[in-house]
């Protein structure tokens, strides 16, 4: 496996032309791809910043359940203004035309790819393909989240830096800035690059484009904290804080996940020879640039993320690509095949899977024309489902007889105690024997909680979605203790998972009680726990105020009202609160712990 001491070949057009015709070739057939992911989100920035263009990301949205304020997305504003621009071209969310325009991304990155490849290796050819084979450059760049926006405009960051054109290589790199904050690694990448081969007669000269992304991130806090009131960055850190995004387990199992994925960019068994090659050259400066390159990036990578994903990488497959592509052609050519096999039944795969909630969307829109459908699900489903004017199921949400809830159990988030009925049920479960997280599957290839593979390799299912109809609820208690077993039937939103004799409740806990015959007074017995930030309690009956107290101090308290009648044949009784607190890992907004509430 010695690598080959041979002039580096100029490269040629017509090899430019076949890459990007291959690039094509990727993605031509998936131009129909569904909307997945983390689509929905940039198409929800989108959709505002239609209205106000200067701040797509300040809008709120729905996250597990929770209302968020999207200031707090981990990604600056310019894949959603690309998103909003073709949403006013094309009227609406369009899957061809947009993926088409969506696929010149992919080509810059090619480019960019190749001009590196003809630079830092001996076989450009074989780097370019390496890099095209990439299971995260295949099958990621078929969707329209952020990351090959921000790849393409990294590579031409990098590409044109290297080749000394330094003001043309400032356009791309404010533009990675404004994609994703991880363009702040071109800082220490660059300088590492102007230090083993000075690009310029005087050094000090390129400080102001190796700063470029810092000022351009800079710019964007201080402008939107100026103009909207808040930093994204510090709202972020707030979100990092609620959900424990950053607490140790998390960041140990994603940076575990991200060492694995490491040794997949390329085909597994090239990493260890091509890593020899790397120890034999290590004083070679461009060897020692490709290597702080890989070392720099995964380094802020695991420092970063949380969640392991694969296309967390796609910064750092470049330098991987160029130092695996040193090792002889009968390696690399079965390697590639062999890669670039997997990738392609990775995609399509994903394909079918996101499909299928389109289609389930299409199939259950006449079975709920003319009735509010809630969405308890994420990703591609609440897409589609909003597109033909679901709502979000929030844990607050009062839903009601009649009502439809549109249910993922891959990414279910809302515990819905009212009675339902199952209307039209679906199985995803891709024929294809990959998977990249599914319900059967311990992939970690998009979230590491859900294993350490690096993909699965199964039939198994991914998502099973259901349609239910809510019911008319019979209330048979009118007093109800929160360990009854009436409990769940007659919880209606804002009450959660019975622990022990008790229940937390959101700012705002409905139950469904029985009325009774003559005037009672209502009552609800419940804790302020020393974490509450909880003070002022009111209860309410069928949405009228009959009786409110400010407590002092945590305790447990009873508040009780004078003699009252419900309106109907259904009391509904609600205790509310006035500030919420949450228990990082514990997503949920929580206000008192409850033991009971009805009439006495």
């Known amino acids: 496996m010695e690598t080959v001491t041979e002039p580096r070949p100029s490269g040629s057009g017509a090899a430019l032309f076949a890459l990007l015709a291959l690039v094509l070739l990727l993605r031509l057939p998936l131009l129909n791809q569904a909307i997945q992911g983390d689509d929905h989100t940039y198409v929800t920035e989108a959709a505002h910043a239609l209205t106000d263009p200067l701040h797509p990301m300040h809008v709120t949205d729905v996250f597990l359940g929770n ?12 894949n959603a203004w690309i998103l909003a621009v073709l949403i006013a071209v094309f009227g609406e969310v369009r899957e061809v035309p947009f993926h088409a325009f969506y696929t010149v991304f992919s080509l810059i990155a090619a480019a960019s790819m190749w001009s590196l490849a003809r630079r830092f290796s001996p076989r450009p050819v074989w780097a370019t393909l390496l890099f095209l084979a990439v299971p995260a450059f295949v099958v990621n760049g078929n969707s329209f989240e952020s990351d090959l926006p921000f790849l393409a405009f990294w590579m031409a960051s990098i590409a044109l830096f290297v080749s000394g054109r330094f003001a043309l290589a400032v356009i791309p790199m404010v533009l990675a800035s404004l994609t994703s904050y991880q363009a702040i690694f071109l800082v220490p990448i660059l300088f590492v690059y102007a230090r083993l081969r000075p690009p310029a007669p005087n050094p000090r000269s390129l400080i102001p ?3 470029t992304p810092l000022l351009t991130i800079a710019a964007f806090q201080i402008f939107e904290r100026l103009t909207t009131g808040a930093a994204p960055a510090a709202v972020l850190s707030g979100y990092f804080s609620t959900y424990g995004f950053q607490r140790l387990s998390a960041k140990l199992a994603s940076a575990l996940m991200l060492f694995i994925h490491s ?4 085909f597994p068994a090239l990493v260890p020879p091509a890593a020899i090659l790397v120890w034999r050259k290590r004083h070679d400066p461009d060897t020692r640039f490709l290597s702080a390159w890989i070392a720099i990036f995964l380094a802020g990578a695991v420092a970063v993320f949380f969640a392991g994903s694969a296309r967390y990488l796609l910064p750092m497959a470049a330098p991987v690509c160029l130092l695996a592509s040193r090792l002889r052609p009968r390696w690399l050519a079965p390697a590639f095949a062999l890669q670039f096999a997997c990738s392609i039944g ?8 996101w499909d299928a909630y389109r289609q389930f969307a299409r199939r259950i829109q006449p079975l709920t024309a003319g009735h509010r459908v809630w ?16 709502l979000p199921l929030l844990r607050t949400t009062h839903v009601r007889p009649g009502e439809f809830i549109a249910s993922s159990a891959l990414a279910h988030a809302v515990d819905v105690t ?8 679906a199985v995803i479960q891709p024929s294809i024997p990959f998977r990249i997280l599914g319900l059967e599957s311990r992939s970690g290839f998009s979230d590491v909680t859900r294993g350490f593979f690096p993909f699965g390799i199964s039939t198994g299912v991914i998502d099973r979605l259901t349609l239910l109809r809510i019911a008319e609820r019979h209330p048979i208690l009118e007093y109800l203790p929160m360990n009854a077993p009436e409990a769940a039937d007659q919880i209606v939103s804002g009450v959660y998972a ?6 937390w409740t959101a700012a705002q806990a409905v ?3 029985k009325p009774p015959t003559a005037p009672r007074p209502l009552s609800a017995s419940f804790t302020i726990h020393p974490n509450s930030p909880a003070r002022r309690v009111r209860l309410l009956l069928d949405g009228r105020e009959v009786a409110a107290q400010t407590y002092p101090a945590p305790g447990a308290y009873t508040l009780t009202s004078p003699p009252v009648r419900p309106a109907g044949p259904v009391a509904m009784a609600t205790l509310e609160s006035d500030r919420t607190f949450t228990a990082p890992p514990d997503t949920r907004s929580l206000a008192l712990v409850l033991t009971g509430l009805g009439f006495r």
């Open 67 to 78: 209302l968020v304020d999207l200031r707090g997305h981990s990604h600056p504003p310019l």
């Open 209 to 211: 484009v190796l700063l």
């Open 263 to 266: 040794w997949f960019i390329v």
């Open 346 to 353: 990775l995609a399509a795969m994903n394909y079918q899977h």
């Open 375 to 390: 969405i308890d699900g994420e990703w591609g489903l609440r897409s589609y489902l909003e597109m033909q004017g679901g």
């Open 418 to 425: 009212a009675p339902t009925a199952p209307v039209a049920t």
């Open 498 to 503: 019975l622990e022990g004799a008790f229940r």
């Open 511 to 513: 139950i469904a009680l």
